[in-house]
């Protein structure tokens, strides 16, 4: 019989008989730290703007439960807060609820995605979660897909998969093409796979931060006539900056035609295929010529982060691609574990957070987020003094905008001291670098942010640009 490894008050696993009482103070304990925490938030500004956060270091002895306690309270009170209804500055919405509960799970579970024998539920969950999002996107019978931790890892593992398809692994001198305001993941992505900045081709875009498709075709049709070999074309549904949507029909008909991968980083937008509602210029576009598709749940229908999601239009490609064998698991023929399908080995569960938040909402709680979304992004465009600001929106529920009539050094620094200021009056927003520029950028996908929050914002905005 081994002596249990404790420190003075408590044991360091949960037990595996009795009714496991201190797991359930601690757990009592930690929640009420969190609920305080979420229940005070107006009294905060959504990022500490003094972070006196100090990070400790494990001492001989373990620490104390009380003091790991108080930590985590120091933790949680420096910490940027997205639940705050002035936090409008990213695409990290508050978490749902369930979704906190969801990571509660997957921990208490410590299940692997990399192999069925260590999650079989949750390995069942992923594959058919997974696949009845793919046909909700218009994908047919074979399709499928995965979670990864966030949307650049599903950019790569679209990619690899975008490269082998088409026989172009070991091509080095081999073309990506993105636009112009395409995500940075894909520099990321091109280092890893070695493909050299001068084989990645940035189509321009047009005065919607959509790509421009006669620059498009015009450069397709000179690459192929070059003979040049083309391993993806990529379409942006929802740019960071604007939140403009690249034209995915023509797009997708042309790669189609010239039998090239087609790949469309939806992080942002991906989310809006799946409900029935017609969004204007959104959802109406066909998604069925992408070979593969990133989405994002973290980024729009809260989500604890990470939940992003690749799918793609045939599970087979993803297979051929990512399958080595692992001679250390037991596998049963007809079985493809998880972990052989992207480029992640042990893998968190993800999706039970995401299965629980889509089944909490329903296709009407979903669809009630996205058109809150776009009413505060209306009301916001509707009451910034158009004679006074340049605006940047795509249909989505992202804003870019700058001071009009104003040289480009005097716009740097209005924006950087609206920023600062906002901040003092406890609302976050972005200051992002676009073509040569500073802009500042609101993003709506705060559930607590109300119409009266966004004339706040907006009053001081207009009467800061005198
Ligand atoms: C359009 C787009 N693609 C990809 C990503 C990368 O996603 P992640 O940060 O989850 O890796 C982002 C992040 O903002 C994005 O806006």
Known sequence: MTEKITNDEFN???????????????????????????????????????????????????????????????????????????????????????????????SGLNNNLLAEELSPSISKLENDICKWLSKKIGFNEGSGGITASGGTLNNLNALVTAKYSSGLTFNNESILIISEDAHVSFKKCAKILGVEDKNIYLVHTDKNGCMHIPSFIKLLNSLISNGREIFAVVATFGTTIRGALDPLDEIGNICKEKKIWFHIDASIGGIYFLVNKKFDNINNFNLSSANSITINPQKLIGIAKTSSLLLVSDINTLKNTFQT??????????????????????????????????????????????????????????????????????????????????????SNSWTLKAKKLLLERKYMISRPFYKGKYYLRVVFGNFNTTALHISELTNFLNNLYA
């Open 12 to 106: 360091y696993f949960p037990a595996i008989s009795g009714n496991n009482q201190e797991l359930q103070v601690l757990l009592r304990k930690t929640s009420e730290l969190l609920c305080k925490w979420f229940s005070d938030t107006n009294e905060r500004s959504p990022l500490p703007l003094d972070n006196k956060f100090k990070v400790t270091y494990p001492l001989k002895n373990g620490s104390n439960i009380n003091n790991l306690l108080n930590e985590i309270e120091e933790l949680l009170y420096s910490s940027f807060c997205p639940s705050h209804p002035g936090s409008l500055a990213h695409l990290d919405p508050p978490p749902l609820t369930i979704s906190i509960i969801g990571d509660l799970i997957a």
């Open 325 to 410: 064998g692992l001679p250390y698991i037991d596998t049963p023929d007809d079985v493809i574990n998880r972990g052989e399908l992207g480029v992640q080995g042990s893998r968190p569960a993800e999706i039970i957070k995401l299965w629980l938040g889509l089944r909490l909402l329903g296709m009407e709680g979903i669809e009630k987020i996205l058109n809150d979304s776009l009413l505060k992004k209306a009301i916001f465009i509707e009451k910034l003094d158009e004679n006074k600001f340049e605006i940047h929106s795509g249909p989505l529920h992202i804003v870019s905008f700058l001071p009009k009539n104003m040289p480009v050094a005097d």
